[in-house]
């Protein structure tokens, strides 16, 4: 068997609001004790808004098994809860930087 690769696509990264990162990880880490960067491909919807130059982050939640986008992904229920309460923390944190800026 012969295997050969070629890239057939490419999209340079698209880097999120270092301000808006460390206050996603700080929610994380409130909510959590610890958060976990994940460097993300460029074709969420996020990096779009990002590349317009609007100050952007993702927060993920984790996947059993890690399995995404898929009709088989399931997550558990505490960690959606725990997820809810973080992003209500980084909306807040979020809200308060906007006025602040």
């Known amino acids: 068997m012969k295997v050969s690769w070629e890239r057939l696509w490419h999209i340079a990264p698209r880097l999120f ?3 808006l990162i460390a ?10 004790g610890q ?6 491909g460029p074709l969420h919807d996020a990096a779009e808004v990002a590349s317009t ?17 898929n009709k088989i992904e399931n ?3 505490e960690h959606l809860e ?8 980084l909306a807040e944190k979020t809200m308060k930087w906007m006025l602040e800026r």
């Open 23 to 32: 206050l996603c990880d700080q929610s994380i880490r409130e909510t959590c």
């Open 53 to 69: 130059g609007v100050p952007t982050v993702m927060m993920f939640v984790q996947s059993l098994h890690g399995i995404s986008h």
């Open 82 to 89: 725990l997820c809810v309460t973080a992003f209500d923390k």
């Open 17 to 19: 609001h270092p301000d």
């Open 75 to 77: 997550t558990k229920e």
């Open 35 to 40: 958060s976990h960067r994940l460097p993300s």
